[in-house]
């Protein structure tokens, strides 16, 4: 029976074993596990270790959940016979517990030895390796030793999956995503970027949300001081909480990821505003009661309880709303309503409802707005601003409301060139104003406004390149420096500057590469060399390098497929895998093997029509699997067969026309298979406006034209030689 199939019948996700003096890491490990709200993208997908759940609980504590127990080691048996993974607490005090090590043992021995991980607190792991550094050893015997085919330890040593939560390694946040990577078999780099972006999302509100209950801690001392008007525990809760704001929150709210001290903080300050009499309610107590209701909400939208967080926003929004009609120049006020439509915004993005995301940002954005044409002098509501914008772009792009979106990503541009001229030193708004960039690149790329996507990626390379050169162990500025190459390569290439869009892949790979080789563990890193070695392959081809070409494109090809084994519904790996065979299927076409061509590209059409089924709204579907269908009909009719040839190129329009009804959708992405399409089946009427739009955009790419030209549309066009003239041009 494969571990597939028996994870769903086991009791618990994992046991966590651990020494009682480490009591502390087992409790915080154990929330953080339960309480972590896995990616909705993952949920349900299947891998090595089963199906994802929504949530990883329940979770075992060991002896804690055993303390009645009259036969302590039955029970422990037995609640190891029925978890999943088997979570080690490592330190020396550890690495000396009898218990632990037999725990480590009889998991051992149940066969899921390499279901076991390790979290490491305290000393050094294989410490008894040096001489007189023994006490230091964090590794129980049963962790370092093979189990023997007798069932006990063998002299043979294994090396345990290990996270370091010390400081100056993984860190706790990074330690416990690589166990939650490990115990779910996805890659550590799929929940880490998940992270990042979600931290960056909330990270400017929380921010505001943490200095703003930081203020409250002044109103309330003096709440605390009017001992004659208050009731005494009235008075004791005020002088408690803020003693709990000078104290944890002081110190502790700056790791804002930490949901249990945010939980904390709004369930004292809920309970508080509840014991005030009605007499003692007033307008700066409301405006507290919604801040800590947005606490609430963010913990709750955080842990993957939407209803609930939703819930507490609109409780706030329906607290600050009046306030603000009152007092309609109080920017903090202002800056908190915009916060609750912020979080709103978020929560049904979060649902998939696009359009509600989109009213709830856009109604936060005037709010904004106004307080930061009155307060020009504060930077972090000008940066609060620029992520508004940044995410009504993003619903408006999902949404396919193209030039709406390009219009807020030029203001974000705008607001992240005032920041850094203001600051010119601070490296966190460069990165931003670099990620502008990359943001304008794209969809004027989509758009087929090539000389702004060139011109954009080309200052977005010129961010990334001295961000690079000042610290060159900056290993997320290296990855955006490969990326910004990349895409000006794409660019280049649809330009017709293929020798200059092969050498900026050249640089793309050659980064990867190195960042491969510091981590080679890398999800994000190794798609992009993928994608950079197809990139390449595909330039390669064009120019005559048909062995290298190859070569790049087979290795391509393993990493694409075995990160669709590892992750089978992530729709963008298997569409790259799906151009990986399609670009394979040309270059064996221009060997001259037509059979092994075909294959290719039936496989190219098999897989991203699984796309298709299961995710009907990705936009990169339907032009790949138009782009399948042509290449299919290019080869039957290199085969002689004109009807199976007609077939496949009438598909295509059919998909083309399915995805975006009958007028020219304006992607360059749908434009281009439109017109090779018309052209192969002989329509030239209805081709030459196509046509004569991908010539006014500047649409030179060299696998476009060869295509046009073996059709009547050749004499429709002049794109050669301009191709001619661009090839000479240089990136400005």
């Not at 329906?318 to 800056?335: D, S, T």
Request: a neutral charge; glycine letters at 6%.
């Amino acid at each position: 029976m494969t571990q597939a199939s028996v994870m769903p019948d086991l009791r618990y996700r994992a046991f966590i074993s651990y020494s009682h003096q480490d009591k502390y890491w087992a409790s915080w490990l154990h929330k953080a596990l339960e309480t972590y709200a896995i990616p909705k993208r993952l949920i349900g997908q299947t891998t090595a270790a089963g199906v994802i759940p929504k949530r990883l609980a329940p979770i075992f504590r060991d002896r804690d959940e055993l303390a009645s127990a009259t036969d302590l080691g039955r029970k422990v048996n037995e609640a190891l016979a029925q978890s999943a993974n088997l979570i080690v607490i490592c330190s020396p005090r550890s690495a000396a517990s009898r218990w632990v090590n037999e725990e480590v043992l009889a998991f051992k021995r149940l066969g899921r030895s390499e279901h076991i991980f390790c979290l490491i607190v305290d000393g050094e792991p294989n410490a008894t390796e040096s001489p007189c550094r023994d006490a230091e050893e964090c590794f129980a015997n049963a962790l370092r030793y093979q189990l023997g085919a007798d069932g006990a330890l063998s002299r043979e040593r294994t090396e345990p999956i290990a996270a370091d939560a010390r400081t100056g390694k993984d860190g706790k946040t990074n330690a416990k995503l690589k166990l939650i990577a490990g115990m779910l078999d996805v890659g550590f780099d799929t929940l880490k970027q998940r992270e990042l972006q979600r931290r960056n999302r909330r990270m400017v509100t929380i921010t505001a949300l943490a200095l703003v209950v930081m203020l409250m801690t002044t109103a309330l001392a003096v709440v605390a001081f009017r001992a004659q008007r208050l009731a005494e525990h009235e008075r004791n809760q005020a002088e408690g909480l803020i003693n709990f704001m000078l104290g944890d929150l002081n110190t502790k709210l700056q790791a804002v990821n930490h949901l249990d001290i945010i939980d904390d903080v709004a369930d004292k300050a809920m309970r508080y505003f509840s014991s005030l009499d009605e007499s003692e309610v007033t307008k700066d107590s409301l405006a507290q009661r919604a801040k800590a209701l947005q606490l609430i909400g963010s913990v709750r939208e955080e842990q993957g309880k939407l209803p609930e967080a939703r819930r507490a926003f609109e409780d706030s929004q329906r607290l600050m709303q009046p306030l603000v009609a009152r007092y309609p120049h109080n920017p903090q006020w202002q800056i908190a309503l915009a916060d609750s439509y912020s979080w709103l915004g978020m929560v049904a993005w979060d649902h998939g409802d696009l359009p509600q995301s989109l009213l709830q940002f856009r109604m936060a954005a005037p709010l904004v707005e106004s307080v930061v044409r009155e307060h020009p002098e504060k930077l972090d509501w000008l940066k609060h601003l620029g992520w508004l914008h940044n995410n009504i772009g993003h619903v408006l792009e999902e949404r396919g409301q193209l030039s709406e979106a390009q219009k807020e990503y030029g203001i974000v541009l705008q607001i992240y060139r005032k920041l850094v001229e203001v600051v010119p030193d601070d490296r966190r708004y460069r990165t931003e104003l670099g990620h502008a960039y990359d943001n304008l690149a794209g969809i004027s790329y989509s758009l087929g406004d090539l000389a702004a996507a060139q011109g954009d990626a080309s200052q977005e390379l010129a961010i990334w390149q001295p961000l690079a050169q000042q610290d060159a162990n900056d290993n997320s500025v290296q990855l955006y420096l490969a990326r910004a190459n990349a895409m000006l390569a794409k660019v280049m290439q649809a330009r017709g500057q293929g020798s200059a869009s092969v050498a900026a892949l050249e640089n793309s790979l050659t980064i990867g590469n190195r960042l491969l080789a510091a981590d080679p563990t890398s999800t994000d890193v190794i798609s992009d060399v993928a994608s950079y070695s197809r990139g390449l392959a595909h330039g390669l081809r064009m120019n005559g390098d048909a062995a290298r070409a190859e070569q790049l494109l087979r290795n391509a090809l393993t990493i694409y497929t075995q990160l669709v084994a590892k992750v089978p519904d992530e729709p963008a790996w298997q569409a790259n895998l799906a151009e990986s065979h399609l670009e394979l299927s040309r270059l064996t076409w221009k060997k001259g093997d037509v059979s092994s061509a075909s294959a290719s590209a039936e496989m190219a059409r098999s897989l991203i029509g699984a796309v298709m089924q299961k995710h009907s709204d990705y936009s990169r579907a339907p032009p790949l699997l138009a782009e399948s269908d042509i290449t299919l009909g290019q080869l039957q009719m290199a085969s002689g067969n004109l009807p199976g040839a007609t077939a496949h190129w009438e598909t295509a329009l059919k998909i083309l026309e399915q995805a975006n009804g009958p007028a020219s959708d304006p992607r360059l992405a749908f434009l281009k298979p439109r017109a090779v399409a018309l052209c192969l089946l002989g329509k030239t009427s209805e081709a030459t406006p196509v046509i004569a739009k991908l010539d006014k955009l500047g649409y030179r790419d060299a696998q476009y034209l060869q295509s046009i030209d073996a059709t009547p549309c050749h004499s429709l066009h002049a794109s050669r030689d301009i191709a001619v003239s661009a090839e000479a041009t240089t990136p400005h």
